[in-house]
């Protein structure tokens, strides 16, 4: 725990933090960072791989039923059973081995994800700016902070220009918060310590030096972190969640009620309760938390090797259930680099005067690093004039636009550009192809159109403009009575293969729509050279008009929303997401609140920090070809998870089910509890790799979409097959071969492990079974199983599983039985699939 001073460092200045630190304006040495980072009580301390998985390995034995068979084991080896115990215990402990290898691989590739979307900082070392990694920043570094990055350390702030830091994860504060050097009172509440950064919150403009103080769980984000700890669901994850309780609650139940009539037609206690408990593993989605898990972090790994990382597991289903994919304009639509077409003057003449401004503006530009700028960075100016920077207005979203203080030669220039709307609000004068300077007012007119004709023809228009000041400490207020000086015509030219990307989106059944700060002109041409027929554009102000139906009506219809506030594109998604499943790409600061309000989020690896951070997927490159990809292996992921689902609630629990009724009416049990624990693992084995099976491709050209209606509808009715043929097994053993209890139990076992093995060939697909081609891996683990159930019964220690040599007529019948189920279930999948997956 902090000392009262650490704890309260508001009230104290710079130098007295940098003597009791050992840091200076200069930050630290390296060696000295480095000698902090090992010793400090903050460093994230690593558990060690082995403890790691000695959890992960405990932890499949956690639940409820797991440990009653454990106990049920210990029990009968206590009252001399030693030989059934044994068996048992090797299936329980194999069963969750394997589980655990596969969580295990799965844990890594998640690490694997994480480690390459580390969120970096720009540090003081050695008195040299030096980029770390964010969680290595230590007590005394001085960290350089520009526009959109993410604070990771509380800091006391050095140096400020016009910083204004987004709060709202500390304080609820929407709006943002003006920071700046000083000292505050001891006693001033956290929203008014003007000159404190906080871990967790970041930068919205301007940019500042700020020197570490707390990191890591001493900060106050760390304190509330480890206090407060949870993820929000998603849809999937809930809907997963809420049926393995609707399964667990009926398994519960009609294993306690065959527990107690076994136990009152008096059989034995120790074997009715193992049969119970076997039935109730048997029955329940044990594998559901482990299967969903190794599906997606397979899908993780397939995504990465399409240039997708993951950054949230559970977002995968979200990716697989998007209909509409909501982007920016620049970078995906079109290439994101800026190319300077043209510098012109208020009537369109190219003009050296506003060539000059622009790239003296753009030059001294420290605030907000962006595509623009360094575009006009390489103009060549026809002579060169000395120049010296005196101050900075940063680019902030609401004002839009960047100032500029500097001077050129004898002369005080301030040099302001941005969107033309914004720039025209501050001048007040003109300056004509002549130089003259005139008032702006009977101009306006013609600037307008002059705008407008620009954007129509697909040029990006930005425009600039100048006064002369001695002024010294600037503010925002200075931004006034300018002179417009003209227009700096950019071009974005749209990608390559963008059109087939649109088209495989339409494929996939995924709308477009484009969501851009842009002009409604430049908006409008672009959508036209993609291929959007008669685009609907709605621009920011006519958003401000709407309702909040009316909005929710508009949004389905538009496809370009253009010249929109960052507030506003999260009303946008916000909209959209009560008709669309949405998916959002963004980079900027402005693109955050769309991004954490979409469904899925999506940023890109060039992105600033805060952006990242709030995405759950990240593109390593900017394409839409890329994401579609993406959308795809989410597709596939649901798909497999599915899989097991049906599986579980089909054949497996019909089985069991079965199995139950069946002991109430035997004067035997129709099968030993160590012979279901000996099913559930043999079919275990294929079940887990049913993350890394094939899916059609029909499966993945529309979204997936939990629907528990749907999952129920399955269980009855391929719950009822599975049970029928069952029913046919009890009558064909019982009274037409009039089989011994060892064969009629041989026997049963057989049929459940063939059913439930051939039920994962036909339902992994919804066409018939031999038209679709699964998986190597599942392919073979499934022969495995085959083979092994049908030489056990043969096995010199078959007898100590219960289990003994068919007769030739019952071997027979069984594999009649057992061919008839796959051709009868292959039918009614399809016929299932074709009526209910339709509706």
Same mark, same amino acid.
């Given at each position: ?6 704890e309260?460092f ?9 003597n ?9 040495s390296?060696?000295a960072a ?5 010793q400090s ?10 403890k ?5 390995f ?5 639940s409820p039923l ?10 009968s080896a206590?009252?001399g059973?030693?030989t059934?115990?044994i068996? &048992?215990l090797?299936i329980v402990l194999s069963?969750g081995l394997l589980?655990?290898y596969q969580?295990r691989?799965a ?7 994480q480690s390459m979307?580390?969120?970096?900082s720009?540090?003081?070392?050695d008195?040299k700016e030096?980029?770390?990694?964010s969680a ?5 570094d001085?960290?350089?902070?520009n526009a959109?990055?993410?604070i990771?350390?509380?800091c006391l702030?050095?140096?400020?220009n016009e910083l ?5 994860s500390l304080?609820?504060e929407s709006f943002p918060v003006?920071?700046f050097?000083g000292?505050t009172?001891?006693?001033t509440?956290l929203?008014?310590?003007t +000159?404190?950064?906080?871990?967790g $919150?970041?930068?919205?403009?301007g940019?500042?030096k700020a020197?570490?103080i +707390?990191t ?10 480890q206090?407060?700890s949870?993820t929000?669901?998603t849809?999937f994850? /809930?809907? &997963?969640k ?5 399964l ?7 294993? &306690?009620f065959?527990?107690?009539?076994n136990?009152?037609n008096n059989?034995s206690?120790?074997?009715s309760a193992?049969f119970?408990?076997a039935?109730?593993v048997g029955m329940?989605?044990e594998?559901l ?5 190794i599906?997606?972090?397979a899908g993780?790994k397939?995504m990465?090797?399409?240039?997708v990382i993951?950054k949230?597991?559970t977002?995968?289903? +979200?990716?697989?259930?998007?209909n ?9 639509i079109?290439?994101g ?5 043209g510098m012109?003057d208020f ?8 060539k000059e ?9 420290s605030?907000?690093?962006?595509p623009?700028d360094?575009?006009?960075?390489l103009?060549?100016l026809?002579v060169?004039?000395?120049?010296e920077?005196?101050?900075?207005i940063?680019?902030?979203?609401i004002?839009?636009?960047?100032s500029i ?6 002369e005080?220039?301030l040099?302001?550009?941005g969107?033309f709307d914004?720039?025209i609000k ?9 130089g003259n300077?005139e008032?702006?007012?009977p101009y306006l ?10 954007g129509?023809?697909?040029l ?12 010294v400490n600037l503010?925002k207020e200075?931004?006034?009575d300018?002179i417009?000086?003209?227009f700096i015509l950019?071009?974005d030219?749209?990608?390559?293969g963008?059109i087939e ?5 339409d494929?996939?059944?995924?709308k477009?729509?484009?969501?851009t700060g842009?002009n409604k002109n430049?908006?409008?041409?672009i959508?036209?050279s993609?291929g959007i027929?008669?685009?609907?554009v709605?621009?920011?102000?006519q958003?401000?008009k709407?309702?909040?139906?009316a ?6 219809k538009?496809h370009i929303?253009a010249?929109?506030?960052p507030q506003q594109k999260?009303?946008i998604i916000?909209a959209?997401r009560k ?13 955050v609140?769309?991004i954490?309000?979409a469904d ?6 060039n992105?600033?920090d805060v952006?990242k951070?709030a995405a759950?997927?990240?593109?390593l490159? /900017?394409d839409?070809m890329?994401l $579609?990809?993406g959308i795809?292996?989410g597709?596939? $992921?649901?798909?497999n998870t599915?899989?097991?689902i049906f599986?579980?609630?089909g054949?497996?629990?019909?089985n ?12 035997f ?6 012979q279901?624990l000996l099913t559930?693992f043999?079919t ?8 890394s099976?094939n899916v059609?491709k029909?499966?993945?050209s ?10 129920r ?6 719950g009822?097959?599975s049970?029928?043929?069952d029913?046919i097994?009890?009558l064909?053993?019982?009274y037409?071969?009039?089989v011994?209890?060892?064969a009629?139990?041989t ?7 063939l ?5 994962l060939f036909?339902?992994r $697909?919804?066409k018939?079974f031999?038209?679709?081609r699964?998986g190597?891996?599942?392919?073979l683990?499934?022969a495995?199983?085959l083979? &092994?159930?049908l030489?056990?019964?043969?096995l ?6 219960g289990l ?9 019948a ?8 796959i ?6 999948k ?9 509706n």
């Open positions: 725990m902090n000392s009262s001073s650490e309260i508001w009230q104290f200045d710079k130098e007295y933090w940098f009791k630190l050992g840091s200076s304006d200069n930050g630290l390296q060696s480095e000698e902090i980072f090992l009580g903050s460093v994230r301390k690593s558990v060690s791989q082995f790691k998985d000695l959890l992960l405990a932890g499949q034995f956690k797991m440990i009653l068979l454990l106990g049920a084991v210990l029990l206590f009252l059973d030693n059934d115990g068996i &048992i090797f069963t589980s655990f969580e691989n844990g890594r590739v998640v690490e694997k994800l979307i580390a969120l970096k720009n540090v003081l070392r008195g030096t980029e770390i990694i290595q920043a230590v007590r005394g001085v960290i350089i902070f959109g990055d993410l990771p350390a509380d702030i050095i140096e400020a204004y830091v987004n709060e709202a304080t609820g003006r920071k050097p000292v009172e001891e006693l509440e929203s008014k310590r +000159n404190c950064l906080w871990e $919150t970041n930068i919205v403009s940019n500042a020197l570490v +707390n890591g769980s001493d900060t106050i984000f760390g304190s509330i972190a206090s407060v949870g929000t669901e849809a994850e /809930k809907g &997963i809420d049926f393995g309780f609707f667990m609650k009926i398994t519960f139940i009609l294993s &306690i065959i527990l107690v009539v136990i009152l059989k206690v120790i074997e193992l119970a408990l039935l109730a329940a989605p594998l938390p482990a299967i969903t898990t599906a997606m972090s993780a397939r990465l090797d399409k240039k993951v949230k597991l977002s995968i289903q +979200n990716l697989g259930e998007v509409l994919l909501c982007t920016d304009k620049t970078g995906t079109t290439e680099t800026i190319k300077v077409t012109s009537a369109g003449n190219e003009s050296e005067f506003v401004l622009a790239f003296w503006n753009a030059s001294y530009e605030g907000y690093s962006n623009i360094e575009a006009l960075k103009l060549k026809k060169q004039t000395k120049t920077k005196t101050g900075e940063p680019y902030d979203f004002r839009k636009r960047l203080a500097l001077r050129a030669g004898s005080n220039f040099i302001s550009k969107a914004e720039i501050i001048c007040t004068k003109l300056r004509t192809e002549n300077i008032d702006i007012k007119s013609d600037l307008q159109n002059k705008f407008k004709e620009y129509e023809s697909g990006r228009v930005i425009s600039i403009c100048y006064k002369n000041t001695d002024a503010s200075d931004e006034k300018m417009f000086a003209g950019l071009q030219p749209v990608k390559a963008i990307a649109v088209h495989e989106l494929k996939l059944a995924v477009l729509k484009i969501i842009d430049v908006a409008g041409s959508a036209l993609i027929k008669n685009p609907l709605m621009t920011g102000q958003l401000f709407l309702s909040s139906e909005l929710r009506q508009q949004v389905k538009t929303f010249e929109v506030e999260e009303q916000q959209l008709s669309y499943t949405v998916a959002y790409i963004g980079d900027g600061i402005n693109d609140s769309a954490n309000a899925a989020g999506i940023s890109v690896e992105a600033v952006a951070e759950d997927f990240v593109l490159e /900017k839409l890329v $579609t990809d795809r292996e597709r596939k $992921t649901f798909a599915l899989k097991y599986i579980n609630t054949s497996t629990f019909g069991m089910f079965s199995v139950a009724i069946a002991s109430l009416v035997l004067p049990l129709p099968m030993l509890p160590k279901i559930n043999i275990d084995f294929p079940y887990l790799s049913v993350a099976d059609d029909e499966q993945t529309r979204p997936g979409k939990w629907n528990l209606k749907f999952i509808n399955y269980m009855m009715i391929f009822i097959h049970s029928l043929f029913l097994t009890f064909t053993l019982l037409v071969l009039k011994k209890e060892s009629f139990q026997g049963w076992f057989i049929e459940s492990v059913t439930e093995l051939f039920i036909i339902i $697909t919804h018939n031999f038209k679709s699964p190597k891996y599942l392919f683990l499934s495995a199983g083979f &092994i159930t030489i056990l019964p043969y010199p220690f078959a007898g100590e599983l003994v040599p068919l007769p030739l007529m019952s071997f027979g069984i594999l009649l039985i057992v061919g008839a189920y051709v009868t279930a292959d039918l009614l399809v016929w299932f699939f074709k009526k209910f997956r339709n």
